[in-house]
């Protein structure tokens, strides 16, 4: 029996975001070297990214290049860049067949030419899917995100067609990369690691943390059953008590 059969259809995340962390590690435990474990993360992405739209999430966002990540050594980046480039021309079959749109967040300009070209183009021919969308969080900082956001509203106030007083944080969210998707309900990370590292900074304020000390190579869709379970087994107050939540219910 498939944890999946457990789970409430009508409790789903609308949003999961996850933190693909491990691969190195994991090649490392298997006597390999560290690309040999980005290369075998991929199976993992399409893994979950297939049992996601197959529940119902709407909203599928993997954190799959940081901008800290250009501080790794240069062979492993240039790996990375390649196995990007091929992983998207190749897994395209794979989005089309399941009905899923191609996203990205982050600064994409930054990326290789070739690697930037390819996904511009994904994104492009993937647009009318709409099962489920597929975000890569690629070149991405959370704080630089929120800076980017504060620049776009600081210069329309400089202009003056914007006053201080009128900025809130449905301003500052329509002014994310993310603007028109709903912030998370759960966030998972692998590895073992607990902690956010500039991931949707703004974005996760409410989000349900799930870890796992599975390394991502290891990440099944069982495992990603197991990580809804446990978000459907938690109480989310929003700052309400156990017995406004429970007579909001009723």
Not at 100 to 114: H, K, M, V
Not at 166 to 193: A, C, F, K, W
Request: hydrophobic share 40%; proline share 2%; aromatic share 8%.
């Amino acid at each position: 029996m498939s944890l999946k059969d457990s789970i409430d259809q009508t409790r789903l995340p609308q949003h999961i975001a996850i933190i693909m962390d491990g691969n190195g590690r994991w090649a490392k435990s298997q006597g390999k070297n560290r690309l040999f474990g980005h290369s075998s993360g991929v199976t993992a992405v399409r893994e979950v990214a297939e049992g996601c739209a197959e529940l119902g999430v709407k909203y599928l966002t993997l954190y799959a290049f940081s901008t800290e990540n250009w501080n790794r050594p240069i062979l492993e980046v240039t790996g990375l860049m390649d196995l990007l480039l091929k992983t998207i021309k190749i897994e395209i079959k794979t989005l089309q067949k399941n009905n899923i749109r191609l996203r990205a967040i982050g600064n994409i300009d930054a990326l290789p030419a070739s690697t930037a070209r390819e996904l511009r183009s994904a994104i492009a021919e993937t647009a009318g899917n709409s099962r489920m969308d597929l975000i890569l969080a690629l070149n991405y900082s959370g704080k630089a995100e929120i800076v980017n956001a504060i620049r776009q509203i600081a210069e329309a106030a400089a202009k003056g067609t914007l006053k201080a007083a009128e900025v809130n944080e449905q301003m500052v969210t329509d002014h994310l990369y993310t603007t028109g998707i709903p912030d998370p309900e759960l966030m998972i990370r692998t590895s073992g690691e607990q902690r956010i590292s500039n991931f949707l900074l703004w974005q996760l304020a409410y989000a349900e943390f799930y870890f796992t000390e599975k390394f991502w190579p290891e990440f099944d869709r069982e495992e990603l059953y197991q990580a809804i379970l446990t978000y459907q087994n938690r109480e989310r107050r929003f700052g309400k008590t156990t017995e406004q939540v429970k007579e909001e219910g009723k």
